[in-house]
């Protein structure tokens, strides 16, 4: 009676046991991305409040150009996975695309090498403390160099991403998160007969780590019999302007569209910090906690971009409506997961990073609750916009979801934050409320544009 079914559903089956194997190695990676940047925060905590504070400021503003560059070379991926799927073993078009992706990041890096050079005074005419500033720029000075060989790891790990071969990049950051660990502690705190740096040594054994992420990488995709016939570092200084120009066409609206992401939340502290020091806080462990459970669909949108353009290359209508549906399935049931979890449990959360019975912690505590109450709602919208930004990625759709972010976030979201927060006096919770707010209008557009995929031709014409 139910025999007919069984057809049906084994292509379903087939994508999710293959999105889940290709997510998973991704999820990790990014996990450990973070390790990276959370034992730093570690590390520096025990050199000093001053030094973390300095460093803090000097990873704001690195990360914010960071970002833009891992967006602008994020385009390698659709555009890998659609020639992957077109020919499966499209080796020529694929070192094109790595080329000219790796020139891309050094094209973005000489200008930004250029600003984060002067970063003491940018710091200054931003409104920091004179000391601060210079001491985030002595930070800087040797963390800026580490942005060329950590945009050129993330080319690489798209390249084995997108030849769903992902493992080998997670195995390259574990080590890179060992490494990190006991580098940065050596050239911090002079263990080990290396010189005692402080932040110098922070900033110089990441950049260290980063360049030695690259180099692990560029030895895995030059020497496996499974990635070295694709020759990528073959006649690596020879001008590909096309595709030079592809990169930029589809990752520059990438790039701003992570951007815009980022600064409405980097808005949002400064929100906070007007309203009060335990709203700050309150709200760093908060968003803290969802930036973690953040992983899996960020994963998961990564995921959806190689699957669902592999199925854009190969013209296969359905294989890309079974790619996105399964990522977006399981990126949202993930994230119901974490919400249920932080409305049922947040007292337990929160107690991971704050005593309850300092007294210091008293009128922070509440806070934190009702923050982590807004983000379960916020939680669900969160992992559809970035498995749905995934999912339209696949198909080489970057321009419209940028004007989706660019509204979403800074008229929706931010105007209500501040409507909220200060007009309507709801303070921290109405800053909350409003994230959600933009992170919901920018996954309903989103979603809404993956369904009309059709009518916008934005899936490939049936054979």
């Not at 929160?350 to 922070?364: C, H, Q």
Request: hydrophobic letters at 55%; charged letters at 10%.
């Amino acid at each position: 009676m139910h025999a007919p079914a069984a057809p049906l559903a084994r292509p379903w089956r087939e994508e999710a046991a293959a999105t889940a194997s290709l997510a998973g190695p991704l999820i990790l990676t990014n996990v450990a991305q973070s390790a990276i940047n959370a034992t730093d925060v570690v590390l520096l905590g025990w050199l000093g409040a001053h030094e973390l504070a300095a460093a803090s400021i000097g990873v704001n503003l690195y990360i914010a150009f960071l970002i833009f560059g891992m967006g602008l070379v994020m385009a390698a991926s659709p555009i890998m996975a659609k020639q992957l799927g077109q020919r499966r073993h499209s080796v020529r078009e694929t070192r094109r695309t790595v080329r000219q992706a790796i020139w891309a990041a050094a094209t973005i890096c000489v200008p930004v090498w250029a600003i984060l050079w002067h970063a003491e005074p940018i710091l200054r005419l931003l409104g920091q403390e004179p000391h601060l500033a210079k001491a985030a720029a002595h930070f800087i000075r040797p963390l800026m160099w580490g942005l060329f060989p950590a945009l050129s790891y993330l080319v690489l790990r798209a390249f084995v991403a997108a030849l769903e071969r992902p493992t080998w990049a997670l195995a390259v950051s574990v080590a890179g998160v060992a490494t990190n660990a006991l580098l940065n502690y050596g050239l911090i705190f002079g263990a080990w007969g290396l010189p005692r740096l402080g932040l110098f040594g922070a900033g110089l054994g990441s950049t260290i780590t980063q360049t030695l992420m690259f180099i692990g990488m560029s030895i895995v995709v030059t020497s496996h019999r499974r990635f070295r016939r694709y020759h990528l570092f073959g006649r690596f200084w020879r001008a590909d302007w096309p595709r030079y120009r592809e990169v930029w066409r589809l990752g520059l609206p990438i790039a701003l569209t992570l951007s815009l992401e980022v600064t409405v939340f980097n808005a949002a502290v400064f929100l906070m910090g007007l309203i009060g020091t335990d709203s700050l806080a309150a709200h760093a462990i908060a968003i803290q906690i969802a930036s973690l459970t953040f992983m899996v669909p960020l994963g998961l949108s990564q995921a959806a971009t190689v699957r669902v353009g592999l199925a854009y290359g190969r013209s296969d209508n359905d294989g890309i409506t079974r790619a996105g549906w399964t990522a977006f399935a399981m990126g949202t049931a993930f994230m119901t997961a974490m919400a249920i979890t932080m409305y049922a449990i947040p007292h337990t959360l929160v107690g991971l990073f704050l005593d309850e019975r300092l007294p210091v912690n008293k009128p922070v505590i509440p806070l934190v609750v009702s923050f982590l109450y807004v983000a379960a709602l916020f939680q669900v919208f969160d992992g559809a916009q970035s498995v749905g930004a995934g999912m339209l990625r696949g198909l080489q759709d970057t321009k419209v979801p940028m004007l989706f972010a660019g509204f979403g976030y800074w008229v929706v979201g931010m105007g209500t934050a501040v409507w909220l927060g200060f007009g309507l006096g709801w303070h921290g919770i109405g800053i909350w409320i409003g994230l959600a707010a933009g992170l919901a209008i920018v996954s309903v557009m989103m979603l809404g544009r993956w369904l009309r995929r059709g009518q916008l031709r934005l899936t490939p014409r049936p054979a």
